[in-house]
């Protein structure tokens, strides 16, 4: 299992909207190859700023499966102009 982690940093005043289009936007994820699970958490010492992590079964699922689909455009046109600057996106495998 691979770990998807972005920092989401959303354009001031925009927040509520975010919220209101990821709820939209989770549908299309779950639907998603090698999607295990998600959560989205929202910052309590800054007010824009959010933390998405994505459990995938591999990191293809995630970098070619869902990025290189026809949803993820979908995903993209819901999400993208929310944010400011735009998130990097890393992946972690427990070592445990």
């Not at 927040?15 to 090698?34: R, T, V, Y």
Request: proline share 2%; net charge negative; glycine share 4%.
């Amino acid at each position: 299992m691979i770990l998807e982690q972005a920092v989401l940093y959303i354009k001031e005043g925009e927040s509520e909207a975010f919220e209101q289009a990821f709820a939209k936007a989770q549908e299309i994820i779950c639907a998603a190859k090698g999607y295990i699970k998600h959560d989205m958490l929202k910052c309590q010492e800054e007010e824009n700023k959010y933390l998405l992590l994505v459990t995938w079964e591999t990191i293809e699922d995630h970098e070619i499966g869902f990025r290189t689909s026809e949803a993820y455009q979908q995903w993209k046109k819901l999400l993208h102009h929310f944010y400011n600057p735009f998130p990097i996106v890393e992946h972690y495998i427990s070592v445990l």
